[in-house]
């Protein structure tokens, strides 16, 4: 229907999804990294799960971690600004993490 090119689709060597809302996709990414990383650290962590963004994210992450069953106290805001454009800059992520 969208005439992608066969390289993203499953029958060729791609494999996507195209999501309905912002929602639906933060739901999916939060569900999947939370999957990997239970996997990795033991089921019984999820209340060691950190999730890290802009503080400038909509407020619907804040409703999809319960979705996921992430504490949203567990979100750990990052500055940003507009002299970068807005974007996550790599050096206050691991600020952060760290
Ligand atoms: C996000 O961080 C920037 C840079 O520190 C700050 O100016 C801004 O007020 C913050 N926004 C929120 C919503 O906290």
């Not at 090119?5 to 060729?12: A, H, R």
């Not at 996997?39 to 802009?54: A, F, M, P, W």
């Not at 909509?58 to 971690?65: E, N, P």
Request: net charge positive; with cysteine.
């Amino acid at each position: 229907m969208l005439k992608l090119p066969q390289s993203f689709l499953f029958s060729g060597n791609g494999g996507g999804i195209i999501h309905g809302s912002t929602c639906e996709t933060i739901v999916c990414t939060l569900a999947a990294a939370r999957d990997k990383a239970l996997k990795d650290i033991g089921e019984d962590k999820i209340t060691k799960l950190v999730v890290y963004g802009s503080n400038q994210t909509h407020y619907v992450l804040q409703k999809t971690l319960k979705l996921v069953r992430i504490s949203p106290s567990n979100f750990r805001p990052i500055a940003i600004s507009s002299s970068a454009d807005f974007a996550l800059s790599p050096n206050n992520v691991r600020m952060a993490m760290e």
